[in-house]
């Protein structure tokens, strides 16, 4: 049987998405470049989570990007967490910065794509309105009774900061579990996770898929 401790060995890269206001602008002197601007994550603001456990509360805390900020790391501007780089750290397109809101993100872009032109123009009618960011979590602290999780710093270095449709927001997510997760419970548990998936993400066909199944397609559509 599970445990709320368990919770906090829980590792690897994670994703966590939030409503955004990102601006775009042409860029000064640039032909065929806009700038987009806006924040991929905010900090000292707390969100319910979900795990095969159930709620909890989790809240990034100020200061958590100070030390991956410094380290330089390589970070890129993808679409839903795939595709082709928009814009890069390495190159110089990608900038960021952590201040009192959060993690702020600076990208030049390309118009001249096809999929950067699409972002933009789904930005300006307001049908994307979310950002993610993919990390990994270094130093947490979790309440005694495992119902919250700060996270106090969290390393950047080949993750990635994405405009998403719906990512794994924190309202709706099962984001924060692996596949190994899943497979280390124990029948009640897992049993009660595939329940409570099934109710929520799947058809009335999938009623008679195995619990791994449905867990492991429902993951990857979820590109955990």
Do not use: C
Request: glycine letters at 6%; zero cysteines; proline letters at 4%.
């Amino acid at each position: 049987m599970s445990v709320k401790s368990d919770r906090a060995n829980t590792s690897g890269v994670v994703r966590r998405a939030f409503p955004v206001q990102l601006e775009v602008r042409a860029k000064p002197g640039a032909a065929a470049v806009s700038t987009v601007e806006g924040y991929a994550s905010v900090t000292e603001s707390p969100f319910e989570m979900w795990d095969w456990l159930g709620k909890y509360e989790e809240v990034v805390r100020s200061g958590a990007f100070g030390k991956t900020l410094g380290e330089n790391p390589q970070v890129q501007l993808l679409l839903n967490h795939g595709g082709l780089a928009m814009a890069y750290t390495k190159a110089g397109t990608l900038r960021l910065s952590e201040d009192s809101t959060g993690l702020h993100m600076e990208a030049d872009v390309s118009t001249k794509r096809s999929d950067v032109s699409d972002m933009l123009a789904a930005l300006d009618d307001g049908s994307v309105d979310e950002m993610s960011f993919a990390f990994r979590v270094t130093r947490q602290l979790w309440s005694p009774d495992y119902d919250q999780r700060d996270i106090i710093e969290v390393d950047l270095h080949r993750g990635d900061v994405s405009v998403v449709n719906f990512g794994a927001n924190p309202a709706t997510s099962v984001g924060a579990m692996r596949s190994a997760d899943f497979d280390q419970m124990d029948e009640v548990d897992a049993r009660a996770l595939y329940e409570r998936l099934q109710r929520r993400l799947e058809p009335a066909s999938a009623a008679d898929a195995h619990p791994l199944d449905l867990y492991r397609m429902q993951a990857e559509a979820l590109s955990l």
